[in-house]
């Protein structure tokens, strides 16, 4: 596991509060089958109508839900006959995915899924996040570690360093930088949308961190450059004699000019 983390750059705790979501799936309420369109990525609730295996020009497990109001295909390239044994005629099932048009209507093409008594579960009461992932480790695995990083940070256990002042905070509206962090990857059900979910403060507080530290690290680069005097050269001598010697042309006045500016 810590060589897979590694692969994302992820070595401490603070590299995995840090690793912010690309996206959020919005998974605290259920799209009736009948509203959803084209496009549309939803969490739908229903019953399994029937499954079986199509024989085209790929082999594929088709299962047809429905909840009253329409029907959806769910299609599984990659299934084991244990799965397709679960998705039985009558199973409450609850998938999440994006509707796709497909040859029966619309469809969702290896959707998460949950079966039983799980699918007719509570909602979740925040917006899922999507992470950037690696071979080997997925959403699931991601989040749980980050549910886990954000329950030490409430702890105590684990800690952030807020740089920024408190005056400066205040100055600029500032969140503190826990409190950003935590939203990021937990926002609220009530940021329904989930193209923009964080909170103005909270999106500027982690951009205002990042443009400083990008703005401090050129200036400590540039103070850095400033401190190492140029070498000393040697007066003109026998090699540069030698070099005007061994042109085939001679300098003009700018050219001469230009040598002595450098020399000095």
Avoid at 85 to 109: D, H, K, Q, S, Y
Avoid at 185 to 196: C, D, F, K, N, V
Avoid at 243 to 251: D, E, K, W
Wanted: hydrophobic share 45%.
């Amino acid at each position: 596991m810590a060589a897979r983390l590694a692969r994302l750059g992820l070595h401490t705790l603070q590299d995995l509060l840090f690793h912010l979501p690309l996206r959020y799936e919005d998974r605290t309420r259920v799209v009736p089958l009948g509203s959803l369109r084209p496009g549309q990525w939803a969490l739908v609730r229903g019953e399994v109508e029937l499954a079986q295996v199509h024989f085209g020009r790929r082999r594929a497990l088709l299962c047809r839900i429905a909840d009253g109001s329409g029907g959806l295909t769910l299609r599984f390239f990659h299934f084991s006959r244990q799965q397709q044994e679960g998705l039985r005629r009558g199973t409450p099932i609850e998938c999440c995915g994006e509707a796709r048009p497909g040859p029966a209507g619309l469809e969702m093409v290896h959707p998460e899924y949950r079966l039983g008594s799980a699918a007719s579960g509570p909602t979740a009461d925040a917006l899922t996040p999507v992470y950037p992932v690696t071979e080997g480790l997925g959403q699931a695995t991601l989040r749980r570690l980050v549910d886990l990083a954000l329950a030490w940070l409430e702890q105590g256990r684990a800690t952030l360093t807020d740089w920024l002042p408190g005056p400066m905070r205040a100055q600029h509206a500032l969140p503190a930088l826990a409190d950003a962090v935590r939203a990021s990857h937990r926002p609220p059900a009530a940021a329904q949308s989930a193209g923009a979910v964080l909170a103005e403060p909270l999106r500027r507080r982690l951009a205002f961190e990042e443009l400083l530290a990008h703005h401090l690290g050129l200036r400590r680069l540039r103070e850095r450059l400033q401190q190492h005097a140029a070498p000393p050269l040697a007066p003109p001598g026998k090699l540069r004699a030698a070099l005007l010697a061994g042109l085939p042309f001679r300098l003009t006045a700018a050219q001469q000019r230009g040598g002595d500016e450098i020399a000095a």
